[in-house]
């Protein structure tokens, strides 16, 4: 089956701790976003790629890095820098056609720092 | 500085109704428009799309209308269903469309 797949569902991290969440897609999609929801509230861009070996930063980009060496993955490390990483992460890839454009999400990671 | 805005953070619909959820946004260089829907703790799932070529796209129980001068968009499901019960994200695609604006979303409860 095609789709996006996120590990682990759930995460607990001690405080001062780097964590990766993983995120992997089948869908041979270049583009690939990180999101995260906090309780109440939308989707804010952390990171975003384009294509392979290069990504932007997003509007909440601080505290967190990503790297994109394969089409298909894209994990992001929350680092110790994050003032307040306990959330809600999502990773999604995107298609584009003439007439189309579409993000596909995966299942989320749930982020908690204790 | 909210680029699409939802202003309605919540909304209850009696199942069998119709369910309309708004949006607006503040670019009018935006030219596609897209709304997905989330449950508590899964990732979002796309429902239906417009683009700014069109002033209605329809989908089953699903219609998104576009007012281009008034900048708003709204979601249309009729008949509502107690499973359309969810978190109705509005979405933007940028103006260099290398990403895509999202609202803060409606929580729409429809009500058996």
């Known amino acids: 089956d095609g789709g996006i797949t996120q590990s682990p569902k759930y995460l607990f991290r001690k405080e001062g701790q780097n964590v990766t969440l993983s995120c992997e897609q089948n869908?041979?999609?270049?583009?690939m976003y990180w999101y995260r929801q906090d309780p109440g509230q939308g989707l804010r861009l952390i990171y975003y790629s384009q294509i392979v070996n290069d990504f932007q930063k997003g509007d909440i980009a601080e505290g967190y890095s990503v790297s994109r060496e394969k089409k298909e993955s894209f994990p992001l490390t929350v680092t110790s820098a994050q003032k307040n990483p306990t959330a809600f992460y999502l990773c999604?890839?995107?298609?584009?056609?003439?007439?189309?454009?579409?993000?596909?999400f995966g299942p989320g990671t749930r982020l908690t720092v204790l | 500085d909210q680029q699409v805005k939802q202003n309605s953070p919540s909304l209850s619909v009696q199942e069998g109704r119709i369910s309309i959820l708004n949006c607006d946004y503040t670019n009018s260089m935006f030219d596609y428009f897209l709304w997905y829907k989330k449950y508590p703790a899964e990732g979002p799932t796309f429902l239906i799309s417009?683009?700014?070529?069109?002033d209605k796209n329809e989908d089953g129980r699903f219609t998104v209308f576009l007012n281009k001068s008034a900048k708003h968009l709204s979601l249309h499901i009729v008949p509502s269903q107690p499973g359309d019960s969810a978190v109705y994200f509005c979405?933007?695609?940028?103006?260099?469309?290398?990403?895509?604006?999202f609202g803060p979303g409606t929580s729409l409860s429809v009500i058996p």
């Open positions: 417009i683009s700014s070529i069109k």
């Open positions: 979405a933007a695609r940028g103006t260099s469309y290398d990403k895509v604006i």
């Open positions: 869908l041979n999609h270049d583009a």
């Open positions: 999604a890839s995107r298609t584009r056609g003439a007439y189309t454009d579409t993000q596909y």
